[in-house]
Nanobody, 119 residues
């Protein structure tokens, strides 16, 4: 089992920034892909960003490319999502998730953190 706890959400004005954190525990994460997803009211959950815990390429949804950055801190077992130039359409509950590198399904999810961007 992998436990994931998100933090850092809040209310911000358009153009502002927030940094989300996801602290993981329970297993060695070297074989996991860490991802961020979001779900806006009335919409399906969508992929935002991902990176392998052991390092390598990062992946972003087109809608956030150039504005969001995913990174990790191995020493603290934490994955971050730095969100800049926020837009009202970024308003959503943001979830951290993990999957084993050999699978396509994210098996472990955090509880989510609300991000609200006002215009």
């Amino acid at each position: 089992q992998v436990q994931l706890v998100e933090s850092g959400g809040g209310l911000v004005q358009a153009g502002g920034s927030l940094r989300l954190s996801c602290t993981a525990s329970g297993r060695t994460l070297s074989r996991y892909i860490m991802g961020w997803f979001r779900q806006a009211p009335g919409k399906e959950r969508e992929f935002v960003a991902a990176l392998p815990w052991s390092g390598g390429s990062t992946y972003y949804a087109n809608s956030v490319k150039g504005r969001f950055t995913i990174s990790r801190d191995n020493a603290n077992n934490t994955v971050y999502l730095q969100m800049n130039s926020l837009k009202p359409e970024d308003t959503a509950v943001y979830y951290c998730a993990a999957r084993i590198i050999t699978t396509s399904k994210y098996d472990f999810w955090g509880q989510g953190t609300q991000v609200t961007v006002s215009s």
